[in-house]
């Protein structure tokens, strides 16, 4: 099961019309994907950082799918003698 991150704050929750349509995409996300781990409100220094992270990772990603082309590359010119 994938983990799906709900994050809301500033104007989604600045009035009562804001926060029942969050409620609304909260409940369809239960109904979806069947569990919520964990909902809090976060702060923007908080969704930068998750933000940041993502990107890093995204890019550990890349490098480790450049690098396993590499090694095939590699590999499929070696002549293995037996």
Request: net charge positive; charged share 35%.
């Amino acid at each position: 099961m994938k983990t799906l991150v709900m994050k809301f704050g500033g104007a989604s929750v600045a009035t009562s019309s804001h926060f029942a349509m969050i409620a609304k995409k909260i409940i369809e996300a239960k109904q979806i994907n069947g569990k919520i781990e964990k909902l809090e409100k976060q702060t923007a220094m908080n969704t930068n950082k998750i933000i940041e992270l993502e990107k890093r990772i995204t890019d550990i990603i890349m490098k480790m799918r450049d690098f396993e082309e590499w090694v095939k590359e590699a590999l499929s010119k070696i002549e293995y003698k037996q």
